[in-house]
């Protein structure tokens, strides 16, 4: 079979399976309507309470057992009803060296032994975020296991890590482990149908979420027919390596962004502009391509290192970069949506961005991109506009600091 008739006969399985979901009313899911699909914070509230022996859903510690059946951590464990499980554990306040405070995402706490669950589903990792968190399971005297929870089970930074090994850590992922784990919460939910149906819909979330097909029976078919045949087997060996390629287009758009902006500011260093001195940090604009989103960041470094927004000698200047960003956020002669600018200790601003064109929005801050936004971002000419789009706003953004940024310490690069 050729490629072109395993693809038209994939897609009529998925049409027929399509049909199916629109019938049965599969399609219908509380998490994506409310827009929580990637939210992290509610992720975390939802598992927390799975896993909480007092939560809402009245089990007992049965889906914690579960859990840490599927870990493989069950006899480290006895008299689960007594475990307490918290979100957002405030830790202290982060300490100026940041060997200290934060906030867990999910704290689980028993006699002799905890939990410490970091979730990352699209943000990035905060400085000796783990080394903190590991420093705080010291302090309770107490065995402390850390998770490091992310869509596929990768490693996090050593900017995270501090002085931990990764052996320190467990690595998880939500393709495998909350999965696995959420099918055994399924199956004991057979007869709590509030429950189990509630479970099938975050189950459906995570299945979107790592990109994999909410039908076993979908899956079977699909699979019966790439091993019916060599031909038919090495046909979808190419198509994976070309959507492998498809799907790597933003990473690669990024490198032309930045090379053709560089370009235009006639600068050469690294993918990032540097904007202005002040004092011993240098601050800088750059365009990115990271967590599914193309954006425009300002951030200061100090000896070629982040996380010193919050440095005590760059307060005056964070103060007020931080009152013109508001205002380039809400004129709307920057026309940027505000709703997903984002800060923290590594940045001013990361402000994503995209083109408008023939009435649709090529915005790209999405958990993932559509078949739409891939075709238009593969046309070179698009990637020309793009280019543009992103160019004439860090222009305004610079032309806008410059004038506006009062400071006798700022010293202007460009």
């Known amino acids: 079979m050729n490629i072109n008739n395993l693809l038209h006969r994939i897609s009529d399985i998925n049409k027929k399976y399509e ?15 409310l827009g929580l699909k990637s939210a992290e914070n509610a992720h975390s509230l939802f598992i927390a309470d799975l896993l909480n022996p007092k939560g809402s859903h009245s089990q007992g510690e049965l889906f914690l ?13 006895e008299h689960l009803n007594l475990a307490k499980v918290t979100t957002e554990k405030h830790i202290g306040d982060v300490a100026a060296d940041y060997s200290e405070g934060g906030r867990i995402d999910i704290f ?23 080394y903190r968190y590991y420093q705080y399971g010291n302090k309770t005297n ?18 995270s ?15 495998e482990h909350i999965l696995n784990w959420l099918e055994l919460c399924i199956a004991k939910s057979s ?8 479970i099938i819909q975050y189950r459906n ?22 091993l019916s045949s060599e031909e038919n087997f090495n046909a979808a060996k190419e198509i994976s390596v070309t959507i492998k390629k498809l799907i790597d287009t933003p990473e690669a758009i990024e490198k032309i962004l930045q090379k053709k902006i560089l370009e235009k500011f006639n600068q050469k260093d690294n993918g990032e502009i540097k904007l202005f001195y002040y004092g011993e940090f240098t601050i800088y604009i750059s365009v990115s391509y990271e967590y599914k989103w193309f954006h425009i960041d300002i951030y200061p470094l100090k000896n070629n290192k982040y996380k010193c927004v919050h440095d005590s000698s760059l307060q005056t200047i964070s103060n007020k970069m931080n009152s013109l960003i508001e205002e380039i956020l809400t004129s709307e002669h920057f026309n940027i949506n505000k709703k997903y600018y984002l800060s923290n200790e590594n940045y001013f601003c990361w402000i994503p961005f995209g083109v408008g064109e023939d009435e649709k929005s090529y915005l790209f801050h999405k958990p993932s991109m559509t078949y739409a936004e891939y075709k238009w971002l593969d046309n070179p000419d698009n990637q020309e506009k793009l280019a543009q789009y992103a160019f004439n706003l860090c222009n305004k953004i610079i032309q806008f600091l410059k004038n506006n940024l009062k400071d006798t310490e700022v010293k202007f690069l460009i």
């Not at 970091?118 to 943000?123: D, H, L, T, V």
């Open 205 to 226: 979330i995570i299945k979107q979420l790592t990109n994999q097909c909410n039908s076993k029976n979908k899956e079977t078919e699909i699979m019966d027919i790439l």
């Open 191 to 198: 007869i709590l149908p509030v429950i189990r149906e509630t």
């Open 108 to 130: 689980i706490e028993h006699k002799e032994n905890n939990i410490i669950i970091e979730n990352k589903i699209y943000a990035g990792d905060q400085f000796q975020q783990l």
């Open 142 to 159: 107490k065995k402390s296991k850390i998770l490091y929870l992310t869509l596929d089970g990768s490693e996090p930074s050593k900017e």
């Open 161 to 175: 890590l501090g002085e931990l090994s990764i052996e320190s850590i467990s690595c998880i992922s939500y393709r």
């Open 65 to 77: 057992q579960l859990f840490l059946d599927e870990l493989g951590f069950s006899e480290h464990f």
């Open 19 to 33: 049909q199916f979901a629109q019938i049965t009313g599969e399609n219908f899911n509380v998490f994506s309507i």
